[in-house]
């Protein structure tokens, strides 16, 4: 069974490696549950992406921590599939190319 920690890895490295993407692991000493990563654009739009294990829900605190993002005109994806990860990174990619740069949701 693959793990979160390994989904996130595999499509980190592909958003990298595929469209220059800059994939910081976040954390927040004293805050729990926020996002994995931030993913920065070649053209600066920023994303927040949390990895799970497929199937696996995220956690009541997460869902918080996703909708004060939200809130504030963030763009935040759960991923749990390494094939939809990619393609989160190829549709935004795509995006940033066509320069239709709408909010993802």
Do not use: N
């Not at 793990?3 to 692991?25: H, N, P, Q, S």
Request: aromatic letters at 8%; proline letters at 5%; glycine letters at 6%.
């Amino acid at each position: 069974m693959t793990t979160g920690t390994e989904i996130e890895r595999d499509v980190c490295a592909y958003a990298r490696t595929e469209y220059d993407f800059l994939t910081y692991k976040f954390s927040s000493p004293g805050r729990r549950h926020v996002v994995d990563r931030i993913w920065v654009t070649p053209r600066g739009r920023v994303l927040w992406v949390e990895f799970k294990a497929p199937g696996e829900p995220p956690r009541s605190g997460q869902d918080r921590e996703r909708v004060r993002l939200r809130r504030r005109g963030q763009m935040v994806y759960t991923i749990d599939d390494t094939a939809a990860g990619k393609a989160l990174a190829d549709i935004v990619s795509e995006c940033e190319e066509d320069m239709l740069c709408m909010q993802l949701r």
